[in-house]
């Protein structure tokens, strides 16, 4: 079993930037890859970005390609998501999670545990 624990979510104006993070416990951490993905009110939950067990293979969805950048410390069991140049439509709850494979990183049912997610807001 893996725990999940994302922070640094906030409310920012548009054209800020925030570092989201995304705590690890239990489990070996490298053995996982890790994806943030992103929920708006009334909306599906959808793919923000992902990085493979050794951060050897990333990838980010269209609409936050050159503004979120993903990345992770293993000796630190953490997963970074950098966030640049807000957006209002970028307010949502971000939510970290873990998937054995590094295959289908982009679906949902690819990954096994969540976190709790953490809010960010932006403001025009």
């Known amino acids: 079993q893996v725990q999940l624990v994302e922070s640094g979510g906030g409310s920012v104006q548009a054209g800020g930037s925030l570092r989201l993070s995304c705590a690890a416990s239990g489990r070996t951490f490298s053995i996982y890859a890790v994806g943030w993905f992103r929920q708006a009110p009334g909306k599906e939950r959808e793919f923000v970005a992902a990085?493979?067990?050794?951060?050897?293979?990333?990838y980010h969805a269209d609409s936050v390609k050159g503004r979120f950048t993903i990345s992770r410390d293993n000796a630190k069991n953490t997963v970074y998501l950098q966030i640049n140049s807000l957006k209002p439509e970028d307010t949502a709850v971000y939510y970290c999670?873990?998937?054995?494979?590094?295959?289908?990183?982009?679906?949902?049912?690819?990954?096994?545990?969540w976190g709790q997610g953490t809010q960010v807001t932006v403001s025009s």
């Open positions: 999670a873990t998937a054995a494979s590094s295959l289908r990183l982009t679906y949902r049912d690819a990954y096994d545990y």
């Open positions: 990085i493979s067990q050794t951060g050897g293979r990333i």
